[in-house]
Nanobody
Framework: GVKLVESGGGSVQPGGSLRLSCTASRFTFEGHDMAWYRQAPGNRCELVAISSLGNTKYAPVVEGRFTASQDKAQNTMYLQMDSLKPEDSAMYYC????????????????????????WGQGAQVTVAS
């Protein structure tokens, strides 16, 4: 598998914002599916956002608050998280794989190198007063 490098996690109060970054030195995001997942203790892996074939979709619980984007020149993907809620607290993972392969399936646990080619190491997001 390919290791992606994440940054940008942290602790914020409800209503605050964070931006996660995900970059790679030996993998080019362009032309691949890209996704953000999260997993809280005791919960299964949850899809947050997925970009495939030029389209980006979001989980209903983050729609309108989170924005996934990509900087091709920097070979970096981002997850801008606004209006954060305590229930958004989780470990967040970026992932990527061949085009048109990631939509429709969410691993039970994340990261899951057996399911998708490239994974980040995870970034902890904590939202609390």
């Amino acid at each position: 598998g390919v290791k992606l490098v994440e940054s940008g996690g942290g602790s914020v109060q409800p209503g605050g914002s964070l931006r996660l970054s995900c970059t790679a030195s030996r993998f080019t995001f362009e032309g691949h599916d890209m996704a953000w997942y999260r997993q809280a203790p005791g919960n299964r892996c949850e899809l947050v956002a997925i970009s495939s074939l030029g389209n980006t979709k979001y989980a209903p619980v983050v729609e309108g608050r989170f924005t996934a984007s990509q900087d091709k020149a920097q070979n970096t993907m981002y997850l801008q998280m606004d209006s954060l809620k305590p229930e958004d607290s989780a470990m967040y993972y970026c992932a990527a794989d061949d085009p048109d392969t990631m939509e429709g399936y969410v691993p039970m646990k994340c990261p899951s190198p057996t399911d998708y080619e490239a994974w980040g190491q995870g970034a902890q997001v904590t939202v609390a007063s």
